[in-house]
């Protein structure tokens, strides 16, 4: 049973760091894409950044652009989520998700997702 683990969340205070890692298990293939979607308390879960196993990236330019960084470990099947500059609105839940074909924007396509992990911006 395949098994997404995030880490790396907690409160932040505005212009800080975090950097989130999720971790894939209980698969015996890797995934050919994975990525990190995001949800605000009263909001919609919203796409952050995707990265495919090239090494091949996508990001929110809107939300994130120049401030977030994704990269992947393919051996370890770990995905991170490097995030700069940190802004009060940045404040959500950050899921992880990955899929075993495709490359995407669309949450629909994804296989398996984490659980989630809190990042909270605050002075």
């Known amino acids: 049973q395949v098994k997404l683990v995030e880490s790396g969340g907690g409160l932040v205070r505005p212009g800080g760091a975090l950097l989130l890692s999720c971790a894939a298990s209980g698969g015996t293939f890797s995934f050919n894409a994975m990525a990190w979607f995001r949800q605000a308390p009263g909001k919609e879960r919203e796409f952050v950044a995707t990265i495919n196993w090239k090494g091949l990236s996508i990001y929110n330019a809107a939300s994130v652009k120049g401030r977030f960084t994704i990269s992947r470990d393919n051996a370890k099947n770990t995905v991170y989520l490097q995030m700069n500059s940190l802004k009060p609105e940045d404040t959500a839940i950050y899921y992880c998700?990955?899929?075993?074909?495709?490359?995407?924007?669309?949450?629909?396509?994804?296989?398996?997702w984490g659980q989630g992990t809190q990042v909270t911006v605050s002075s």
């Open positions: 998700a990955a899929r075993r074909a495709g490359h995407g924007l669309n949450e629909d396509n994804y296989d398996y």
